[in-house]
């Protein structure tokens, strides 16, 4: 299967840890999404990747967030001092520049902090 | 702000009826309109999508309605089966910027 790959799927977390989320994105696809999606919500996006630089952040990424790209690849994403309102899911998604607005996401990672 | 209001937030469907999801968008810019479709536990998987510079697009029993004064799109699902029981995402995306943007959803289910 060659579609996006996230690991690990679900982690369990008391507040206060820290945790790294990794996104392995489709081959060939220079730009890498990083979404955040809670029960009954769509996905919010946090940030992208275009090849290895990252060209945007939401206001919803604190500073405790923080990802990488650091060859082009795959991304990581950790989040520091997790606090409980980062339960959710975290998706990642990839795509090809030159083909307009179509995404394809992974199947997440589920992110519960007790 | 919401950038894409999407509505109804859940709507059940009889076995071989038509499910009908709405949304609404604000910002002209945006210049094409997907839908996305997620199982439980899955990521959202795209369905079918759109350009404002047609009013209807038709991928077997899925169509979109465009309606660019409006600045309304909606989802038509006919002959609705139980496999089709999923969430259910408009978006709305600008090619001069991104990201794309979802709606809250619909979770549609249908019945036997």
């Known amino acids: 299967d060659t579609g996006v790959s996230q690991n690990p799927r679900h982690k369990i977390t008391k507040r206060g840890q820290n945790v790294t989320f990794r996104c392995d994105p489709i081959?060939?696809?220079?730009?890498l999404y990083w979404y955040r999606q809670t029960l009954g919500q769509g996905p919010e996006f946090l940030t992208y990747?275009?090849?290895?630089?990252?060209?945007?952040k939401s206001r919803l990424l604190s500073d405790r967030f923080s990802a990488e790209r650091p060859k082009g690849s795959f991304s990581t994403l950790e989040i520091q001092r997790t606090e409980q309102g980062d339960s959710a899911m975290y998706l990642c998604?990839?795509?090809?520049?030159?083909?307009?607005?179509?995404?394809?996401f992974g199947e997440g990672s589920w992110l519960t902090v007790v | 702000q919401q950038q894409v209001k999407q509505s109804p937030q859940s709507l059940i469907v009889q076995k071989g009826g038509i499910s009908i999801i709405n949304c609404a968008y604000e910002?002209?810019?945006?210049?094409?309109f997907p839908w996305y479709q997620q199982f439980p536990g899955k990521g959202p998987a795209l369905l079918i999508a759109?350009?404002?510079?047609?009013s209807e697009k038709k991928e077997g029993r899925f169509t979109i309605s465009f309606n660019k004064s409006a600045k309304q799109f909606s989802l038509h699902i006919m002959d609705s089966q139980p496999g089709d029981s999923a969430t259910y995402f408009c978006?709305?995306?600008?090619?001069?910027?991104?990201?794309?943007?979802f709606g809250k959803g619909t979770r549609l289910s249908v019945i036997a």
């Open positions: 910002n002209t810019a945006f210049d094409y």
């Open positions: 990747f275009q090849n290895e630089a990252q060209l945007e």
């Open positions: 759109i350009r404002p510079d047609v």
């Open positions: 998604a990839s795509s090809l520049i030159y083909i307009i607005g179509t995404i394809y």
């Open positions: 081959s060939e696809h220079n730009r």
């Open positions: 978006a709305a995306w600008n090619s001069g910027n991104t990201p794309l943007v």
